[in-house]
């Protein structure tokens, strides 16, 4: 867990005579306390999404700037990771939504994208319109998700085994909540190139 990490790293830290072992505790206790704070973050999100929210949490707002704006929050990872993200949509799309739990969808959904692609991959955001509902549809080409697995990945603290990046297993927990909230739904299908 994140807290052992810092443990250890501490303890290491304070034990450590070597200048190389200090740097190496150090950068392992920095990585222990972000990935701690992200967790507690997506706890209080999973919180926040749970809370009974009725139609008065809702207000008009645009889900097109909604999305551009996460966008942006996300460049560092994006940059990072070398991700080329599309952003297709109309010039705006009106809603009733609850904008924090929006939002936390909006984040943990390009998150898993831009962290499950591969290095310089490909991300397709886009927002669509039509008589009957809309759409938003965040696509990747990342190794996917088993059919008999796309149900349970919603459980909280569920992880896919065999997984190298680092996560808590709330974030798609948090945004089917968030969805629903937000009078919505979320399901899993096949990303770009049939993955």
């Known amino acids: 867990t994140p807290l052992a990490i810092i443990q250890v790293n501490a303890h290491s830290l ?31 999100a999973l919180t926040r999404s749970d809370a009974d929210g009725g139609d008065d949490d809702l207000h ?12 942006v929050l996300a460049a560092q990872i994006v940059v990072q990771r070398e991700i080329d993200i599309e952003f297709q949509s109309p010039e705006s799309c009106m809603l009733a939504l609850h904008r924090e739990s929006m939002a936390s969808l909006i984040d943990n959904l390009v998150d898993n994208a ?26 990747d080409e990342g190794p996917g998700i088993p059919h008999e697995l796309r149900k349970k990945v919603f459980e909280r603290f569920f992880r896919q085994a065999g997984q190298d990046q680092a996560g808590s297993g709330l974030g798609l927990a948090i945004a089917e909540r968030a969805a629903t909230r937000n009078k ?10 049939g993955k």
């Open 60 to 71: 008009a707002l645009d889900l097109v700037t909604l999305v551009r704006d996460r966008l």
């Open 14 to 44: 304070v034990q450590a005579r070597d200048p190389q072992r200090m740097q190496e505790a150090s950068a392992g206790l920095s990585q222990g306390v972000h990935r701690a704070t992200h967790t507690v973050h997506q706890l209080l």
């Open 114 to 139: 831009v962290k499950y692609s591969p290095q310089s991959g490909q991300v397709v955001v886009r927002v669509e319109e039509n008589k009957d509902a809309v759409r938003l549809m965040i696509a």
């Open 184 to 193: 919505a739904g979320i399901r899993l299908d096949v990303g770009l190139a």
